[in-house]
């Protein structure tokens, strides 16, 4: 695959992972969690944190990554981002 397709692939992931907030829906799923780990009597911790994992995973549902080709696949392998995506 010719360095531009890869560009082009790579680009593309990098909105999606802005378009969703990937990260920063993370980091409060994380912090939400810590927080239920150091004060599991608190249940608004455990409320939190379901509450990052489901706006999460909605966003991810409606991902345009699952419809790529077999191709933008294979590219997503070169880059080693698979796993991250799919």
Not at 19 to 31: C, K, M, Y
Not at 40 to 45: A, K, L, R
Not at 59 to 76: D, I, Q
Request: hydrophobic content about 35%; aromatic content about 6%; charged content about 15%.
């Amino acid at each position: 695959m010719n360095t531009t397709k890869l560009h082009i692939i790579a680009r593309d992931l990098l909105a999606e992972l802005k378009r969703v907030g990937t990260v920063s829906l993370l980091q409060q799923a994380i912090q939400s969690l810590q927080q239920q780990v150091n004060q599991p009597q608190q249940p608004n911790f455990q409320q939190q944190l379901i509450s990052h994992l489901t706006s999460l995973y909605s966003k991810l549902e409606s991902s345009p990554v699952k419809n790529y080709s077999p191709a933008w696949r294979g590219a997503m392998d070169e880059l080693g981002v698979s796993e991250e995506f799919c």
